[in-house]
């Protein structure tokens, strides 16, 4: 049995570099004498990367034995729980197939660590033990565990629970899609336009070639996107952030509707839930959402939590959404001083229902009182606006100067605007 200095020594490679993950500390099943038994060969030419955790050193030597019984796979034999949770979860998931955890020797520190690593989507989780209480595998499952295998093993079960993991993993793992855009609406004061700029946007991301755009409400729990476009949708953003720890690509588009625009739309509840979201789940809603579309358009309301989750670091924009009232003025002052003075993402004031000449406000002060100049002006168009909202018929779809102004907005953010500048300046004759 491995010491527990070894112990440590171990799992301090795992944090390391893959090289050392794979050849420190590990036992590996084709020098086992049960290799090549007669359980069935099911997983396919490719060896799956196994890693098996287990302090009790019986109940990992009768694992190890049913793994043996699948030929060509790889077993890594770890005989501790990790130290800590997320860095060494984040290396586990990132270089093993199937993970399959003790969860018998501290079951509340054993489902931690499955939730952890169950949280990225990218391994198959596994746990095994004596016990068959219902309640503790409901646990299991919700914690992100594919499998729960029960001691003494089967090993036909454990060959078939092999043959999901295989059917479970990706084609190529090694190519991984760059994340799409986090484009995150923000408004100043409740009413200040921020949902009905976010879902046009949105809309007019969709029309442009090659843009695959989901529009993501988080205004909870009263946001309103989905009546905004004329959309019923079954699912609601509360339903993702409950399953986020075994949220991946095709369970999210489950949740999904499709606006006849060809925007996307994970809509938020119909009804009032009392829900309180937890950031690391919006995190993860956002990081499987950015794998799947190009542009990730998030409604945020005026409510102040970004700060804690990492959409404030993580945005590609942030539109803060303001009026050029005192109101919006001050709390769009204070937000800029609180969260957008030391770098960070690139931060894009929008002054909704813009007009000149009768806002009783100079622009001098709106400038000193937002502390830069504005990026956008949305004009006033009051029936435009009111005909959307009876009729959820797009702004972006028509031709007026709000949804000229939100498709300059949205080819901006593509950088499409940028292109067609540099265009300009080629064709002048002073360069």
């Known amino acids: ?220 729990p009263l946001g309103d996107a989905a009546l905004n476009l004329g959309i019923v949708a079954e699912y609601s953003t509360i339903n993702a952030l409950q399953a986020a720890s075994r949220l991946d690509g095709a369970f999210l588009h489950q949740l999904l509707v499709k606006h006849s625009s060809g925007v996307w739309v994970l809509a938020a509840p119909g009804k009032f839930l009392q829900f309180e979201a937890r950031d690391e789940d919006i995190d993860r809603l956002l990081a499987v959402a950015r794998q799947e579309f190009d542009n990730v358009v998030v409604d945020w309301g005026s409510q102040l939590s970004f700060e804690r989750s990492s959409v404030l670091k993580e945005s590609t924009a942030i539109y803060l959404v303001t009026q050029a009232g005192i109101p919006e003025l001050r709390n769009s002052n204070r937000l800029i001083t609180q969260f957008f003075t030391g770098g960070g993402p690139r931060l894009e004031i929008v002054i909704n229902r813009y007009e000149a000449r009768s806002m009783g406000v100079s622009e001098e002060h709106i400038t000193k009182a937002l502390t830069r100049a504005a990026q956008w002006k949305i004009p006033n168009d009051y029936t435009a606006v009111r005909k959307m909202q009876i009729n959820a018929t797009p702004l972006a779809l028509a031709d007026s100067p709000i949804s000229r102004l939100i498709k300059q907005m949205a080819r901006a953010a593509i950088g499409q605007a940028e292109q067609q500048t540099a265009k300009k300046k080629g064709f002048s004759l002073f360069g």
């Open 1 to 220: 049995m491995t010491g527990a200095r070894e112990n440590d020594r171990r799992w301090k490679h795992v944090q390391g570099s893959n090289k050392e993950l794979r050849s420190e500390g590990t036992v590996s099943t084709d020098s086992s004498p049960y290799f090549g038994s007669q359980y069935p060969d099911s997983i396919g030419s490719e060896a799956l990367s196994i890693a098996l955790i287990g302090p009790n050193e019986d109940r990992r030597a009768s694992a190890l034995l049913a793994l043996a019984g699948t030929s060509g796979n790889d077993v890594r034999e770890f005989a501790s729980y990790p130290p800590g949770l997320d860095d060494v979860a984040r290396v586990l998931e990132q270089h093993y197939d199937v993970i399959i955890i003790d969860l018998d020797s501290d079951p509340e520190y054993a489902l931690e660590l499955v939730e952890s690593i169950g949280s990225s989507g990218a391994a198959t989780v596994m746990v095994y033990s004596t016990k068959t209480d219902p309640d503790l595998l409901m646990r299991c499952m919700r914690a992100g565990a594919r499998e729960y295998l029960t001691v003494p093993f089967d090993r036909n079960i454990v060959a078939e629970a092999l043959v999901r993991a295989t059917a479970r993993r990706p084609v190529n793992k090694t190519t991984k899609k760059a994340a799409g855009r986090l484009l995150t609406f923000i408004g100043a004061k409740g009413g200040s336009g921020a949902t009905t700029l976010a879902c046009n946007f949105a809309v007019a991301l969709a029309q442009e070639p090659n843009q695959k755009t989901l529009l993501v409400d988080l205004d909870l």
